[in-house]
Structure formats: C-alpha cells, structure tokens
C-alpha cells in the first residue's frame, strides 16, 4: 500500500499584495507540489498581522491573484491567527529560557546577521539567576528562547538547489517579548501538523532551514525537502519591492499586461516557454524540469525593456 502523498505549500503574510517575486515563487511551489503527485496547500501567515484591520482584505486579494494566475490550492486556507494553541503547546515541550536582551544589545554582542536577517544568539541571559531575571522582568517582559545546548548543535540540510547547507542552531526566538509567536517556531508547527514535506520558497531563507530542521526533529517530526528559489531583483540589484513600480498583478493589469500576461512572463523567467508566448498552467507543468531552474537571480523589468531572447 502506497503512503499518502505529502504536501507542499505557499505561505504569504499579508502585509502587502503580492509581487511579481511572490508570484514567481508561488508558481515554482505549485509546480513543485503537482509535478510530485502532492497536495498544494496555501497558508496565510497574519502572525505580525493579525490585529490589522486591513489584513483580511490583503489576504483576500492575495488568494485572487493566485487564482487568477491558474494557480490551484488543496482544502481550506489555513490562518496562523486561529492555531495559537498549538505554537503553546508546542512550547512548553520544548527547553527554554527567558531573555531580557534589547535588539541593539544582541547586534552589539552577535555575529553578522544571516542572509534573513537573523542574528545568532551568544546565550546573554541563558546563565541568569532567578533573582536576575525577576529584577529584569520589572523592567521589561522578556522574550523566550530555546535551550538548543552547549555547544550549540550543527545541522546540515540538503536543498534541491543549493545542495547541502549547513549552519549552527543558536538559541533563536520562540516567543517575542510581546507575547506574539516567532516564525521559526509556528511555520515549523503549521508544516508538520500539515504534513508539509516539500518547502519551496524565496532563497533569502536559505539560512533558516538548518535551524528549522532541527526544531522539526525536537517536535517529533522530519525536516521537509527543502528548494529554495533564487529571488526576483530590480534593475539594481536590490530585492523586488512594491516601490520598484507596476510589480503587483493589479499594477501590470492596468499597464496592459494581464494575468495570462503575467503567467507567460514568469513561465518565461523559468525557462519554460518564449517570450510572449500563450501558455496555461497544465502546459508550463508538462514542461517543468526543477535540474533547469535558473540559478540566478532574475532581475524584473517590463516586457518591452528585457532583452530578446
């Protein structure tokens, strides 16, 4: 008897509409998922969000342009906003500590950051007394970390890209200071209570996965395969941003490109199909390859300022 099939996912936070590097990374997961006979599941990650009044409508419109696009998804959009019970529980069975250590004290005593933005934790306030710490959370509520271990544990992952990747687990963030759960700890709850195997997404996150890894194993579960793809840059250099101009899907809409327009272009990125050429989802699946990803970066620019070819 066959094991069901797992699931791979696109979790978007609704912060801002999605743009063309979104979308891009959105279509490289969806391929990934289906062409692997799994689920696609699409998670909607309001954890900075949720007390936002207009993040129920991002959402919403996020989902649209996935929609628009051709871009399937399986069961119901999950929220992390309706799952804090289980980042609690997931917490309490997991070693930890409180750290009282401002953002300027951590980038003062820490190493350089890693490529998102993490800063590796030098164990400030693993050593403090209870005395300590009770004076110190008169002053400030503190922030709760995991006890990874003295010496830190060292995990290597392998990507489907990037082949193995290896970095040490610090004592990273389970719950910030003002009570909100960490990404770390919910995306590595929401994936195994999802039975997501397969995590596709942009490869700024690279540096995330050992760490994650590792936090799947301590919960009980399995790392996923990890694929991360190379991000969409402006004519800089610098990460796509919605100040880069028209990169939203409503944007290229209203300059003349449409959805289907948009689908040719990222298709087009991926090496899948000629410029401008009309192409569905199911045909840009029949054509996909991961070994022919593109390894670079793709730089966005309007249609009719790229290069031929």
Request: aromatic content about 6%; glycine content about 10%; proline content about 7%.
């Amino acid at each position: 008897m066959n094991e069901s099939p797992g699931a791979g996912r696109f979790a978007p936070s609704p912060t801002s509409e999605l743009h063309v590097g979104n979308l891009r990374t959105a279509l490289v997961a969806w391929l990934m998922a289906r062409s692997t006979r799994r689920r696609f599941l699409v998670r909607i990650e309001d954890l900075d969000v949720a007390r936002v009044a207009a993040a129920p409508a991002v959402a919403a419109g996020q989902l649209r342009d996935l929609a628009a696009l051709g871009l399937d998804w399986d069961g119901e959009v999950v929220r992390q906003s309706d799952r804090l019970d289980r980042y609690a529980d997931a917490l309490a069975r997991l070693p930890h500590y409180e750290c009282f250590c401002t953002r300027r004290e951590i980038a003062e005593a820490a190493s350089a950051p890693h490529a998102d933005g993490h800063r590796p934790y030098p164990g400030t306030c693993r050593g403090l007394s209870d005395a300590d710490r009770a004076a110190r959370r008169a002053v400030r509520p503190p922030a709760l970390r995991v006890d990874a271990g003295v010496p830190p544990p060292v995990v290597t992952v392998h990507d489907v890209w990037a082949g193995a990747v290896t970095g040490e687990v610090d004592d990273f963030v389970l719950r910030r200071n003002d009570g909100a759960y960490a990404y770390n700890l919910a995306v590595v709850v929401d994936d195994l209570a999802q039975g997501v195997d397969q995590v596709v997404r942009g490869d700024d996150l690279l540096s995330s996965s050992p760490r994650q890894a590792w936090l799947a194993g301590r919960l009980g579960g399995r790392p996923p395969e990890y694929a991360h793809v190379p991000l969409v840059v402006n004519a800089a250099g610098a990460r796509l941003a919605k100040r880069d101009g028209a990169v939203t899907l409503g944007e290229l809409a209203a300059q003349g490109l449409d959805a289907d327009g948009v689908r040719s272009l990222l298709g087009w990125s991926l090496g899948l199909n000629g410029p401008d050429e009309a192409v569905s989802p199911g045909v840009l699946l029949a054509r996909w390859d991961p070994a022919r990803l593109p390894r670079a970066r793709w730089t966005f620019a309007w249609p009719g300022d790229r290069p031929a070819g």
